[in-house]
């Protein structure tokens, strides 16, 4: 069954530093989502990108988020100098309309 | 803004009893429902949803969800519990509109299964 697939699994890095997660969506899918928890809170949407562009962002993602898809199978999520409040699980998600999204496994990102 | 309620943090059950997991939903126009499973240390999996139809909707390991417009529930139910259904249960909601429209998900709900 094709599923989404998120790299890396965990990744810890410096306050400041530039952090890239990366997600493989289902390959026939057009809608690409990035979501978060918080350590025991409330899954929160990030943003959407829908024909190669953003088509909706929460207040979340401000001017350090960004969004690319890179090439046809990509979809990444860069933070351009993480926080301590940026440590969370990141969640990749794909969809082939804009009715259900299938997630990938997460990415934990632990800023220290 | 639409919102979605899970009151219960942790619900137990013994294995082979029925069990039930609440979810109500705030949402202007019609809504779309979903839940979703997450195990430990492992992503959010789609276990079924409404848009439109049969207020019954079933889904993947026996689960179903009764959509209830009155009392603006989705309560996620099983007959028959099996300790492997421990796990976080998320409700999600949103809008029932063509194009995009985030989901937002509950708090969560903890389903311990006990032997």
């Known amino acids: 069954e094709p599923e989404v697939t998120q790299t890396p699994s965990h990744q810890v890095t410096q306050m400041g530093q530039e952090v890239i997660l990366r997600c493989v969506p289902i390959s026939n899918h057009l809608y690409f989502y990035w979501y978060r928890q918080i350590l025991g809170q409330k899954v929160e949407f990030l943003v959407s990108f829908y024909n190669n562009e953003i088509s909706e962002k929460s207040e979340i993602f401000d001017d350090q988020f960004s969004v690319e898809r890179p090439d046809g199978s990509n979809f990444t999520l860069k933070i351009r100098s993480t926080k301590l409040e940026d440590s969370a699980m990141y969640f990749c998600?794909?969809?082939?309309?804009?009715?259900?999204?299938?997630f990938g496994q997460g990415t934990r990102l632990t800023v220290v | 803004a639409q919102s979605v309620a899970q009151p219960e943090d942790q619900v137990n059950v013994a294995e082979g009893n029925p069990l039930t997991v609440k979810c109500t939903y705030s949402v202007s126009g019609n809504p779309y429902l979903f839940w979703y499973v997450q195990y430990p240390n492992r992503g959010l999996q789609f276990l079924l949803k409404?848009?439109?139809?049969?207020?019954l909707v079933k889904g993947s390991y026996g689960f179903e969800a009764e959509f209830n417009k009155s009392q603006t529930s989705f309560h996620l139910k099983k007959p028959s519990a099996l300790v492997s259904d421990s796990a976080l249960y998320f409700c999600?909601?949103?809008?029932?509109?063509?194009?995009?429209?985030?989901?937002?998900f509950g708090t969560g709900t903890r389903l311990l299964v006990s032997p």
């Open positions: 999600a909601v949103r809008k029932g509109s063509t194009g995009f429209q985030k989901l937002v």
């Open positions: 409404y848009i439109t139809g049969d207020n």
């Open positions: 998600a794909s969809s082939v309309t804009a009715s259900e999204a299938f």
